[in-house]
């Protein structure tokens, strides 16, 4: 999409798997930078968050589509600019032995996430002809043990 918002103004990013490590380091980074982060969490915010300027904490599970219809629907968020998927989760078995409910997890988490999220933020971003998504992942999918 083409630029149409001025590269001075602050950026809003929206920064799921906050919780996590990785997550976590994105969304200081961004606060560090002087952005506005949206960032999600599953069960229960952080406590590190509660006096964060600039941080919109928001409650979702990020693999069902009504949870985040249901988060964006019941938040007055600023128009996101940008969005950096962090949010994914591991479980180590063997192909031939992993369970159903394992791999339910795996897809919904790290793959069908993607999507529901997608669905969810493109139209805006569409709208206002501008937005940024950044999909993360794990080193070890390259480096396989």
């Not at 988490?109 to 999220?117: E, G, M, Q, Y």
């Not at 569409?126 to 992942?137: E, T």
């Not at 794990?138 to 480096?143: E, F, G, K, V």
Request: charged residues 20%; aromatic residues 8%; positive net charge.
């Amino acid at each position: 999409m083409s630029q149409s918002t001025p590269a001075s103004s602050a950026q809003t990013v929206f920064v799921t798997g906050a919780e996590g490590a990785l997550g976590s380091a994105v969304v200081r980074r961004y606060l560090d930078a002087g952005c506005t982060v949206i960032a999600t969490f599953f069960k229960e915010k952080p406590a590190e968050w509660r006096d964060q300027k600039r941080l919109i904490p928001i409650q979702m599970d990020v693999s069902s589509g009504e949870s985040v219809r249901k988060a964006f629907s019941n938040a007055s968020l600023p128009p996101i600019d940008g969005w950096v998927h962090c949010a994914g989760g591991f479980r180590f078995a063997m192909t031939d032995h992993i369970s159903d409910e394992d791999l339910d997890f795996l897809i919904n988490v790290n793959i069908r996430s993607a999507f529901v999220l997608a669905r969810q933020l493109l139209p805006e971003m569409k709208r206002r002809n501008f937005g940024r998504i950044v999909f993360v992942s794990s080193r070890s999918t390259l480096q396989a043990s």
